[in-house]
T-cell receptor, first 113, second 110 residues
């Protein structure tokens, strides 16, 4: 099993550009989520999904869109990148909804100029 | 919404000293999880506590869940350089969310 994979590992964008961060898992997990990590602020939940076709907002959803068309994939879209979105982004998945071990991907380091 | 607070934010210890990080929730938790993130890496699950007053050990790591299920601690005995990293606690939030604390960064001087 590859576990949770994320692409790209690094990305530099200019303000206003759009892009999609990819996340995939091969463990047949129902629950998937996106976090951003900024110094001193821990992991903040952006969006999450409890299954294919179902998504919901986390703590900091503004500026981000998600979709979950399959169990395996959970892409995160930045519609118009802003410098405030410079961060490290982690995708995670788990069997259950909240009480199960989260498996994290290796992360995407994004810089918005 | 539910908040999870962790202290201290940062701790620098001499190798061989003990280390403790504390996690406090604004609401009662059904369970609490602990994760470790090595520098440059991703968070990795360590343990989950479910019962009131539960204590679990993993080698030199001791995890406790408070009687009221609103606080938890992670204690490392005789730190080693391999313990370096950020330690996070996490608990269920509103709806289907998992809320993480801000983390405690541990640095170990050899």
């Amino acid at each position: 099993n590859a576990g949770v994979t994320q692409t790209p590992k690094f990305q530099v964008l200019k303000t206003g550009q759009s892009m999609t961060l990819q996340c995939a898992q091969d463990m047949n997990h129902e629950y998937m989520s996106w976090y951003r990590q900024d110094p001193g602020m821990g992991l903040r939940l952006i969006h999450y999904s409890v299954g294919a076709g179902i998504t919901d907002q986390g703590e900091v959803p503004n500026g981000y869109n998600v979709s979950r068309s399959t169990t395996e994939d959970f892409p995160l879209r930045l519609l118009s990148a802003a410098p405030s979105q410079t961060s490290v982004y982690f995708c995670a998945s788990s069997y259950g909804v909240r009480g199960d071990e989260q498996f994290f991907g290796p992360g995407t380091r994004l810089t918005v100029l | 919404g539910q908040q999870v607070m962790q202290i201290p934010q940062y701790q620098h210890v001499q190798e061989g000293e003990d280390f403790t990080t504390y996690c406090n929730s604004s609401t009662t938790l059904s369970n609490i999880q602990w994760y470790k993130q090595r520098p440059g890496g991703h968070p990795v699950f360590l343990i989950q506590l479910v019962k009131s007053g539960e204590v679990k050990k993993q080698k030199r790591l001791t995890f406790q869940f408070g009687e009221a299920k609103k606080n938890s601690s992670l204690h490392i005995t005789a730190t080693q350089t391999t313990d370096v990293g950020t330690y996070f606690c996490a608990g269920p939030g509103d709806g289907n969310k998992l809320v993480f604390g801000a983390g405690t960064i541990l640095r170990v001087k050899s």
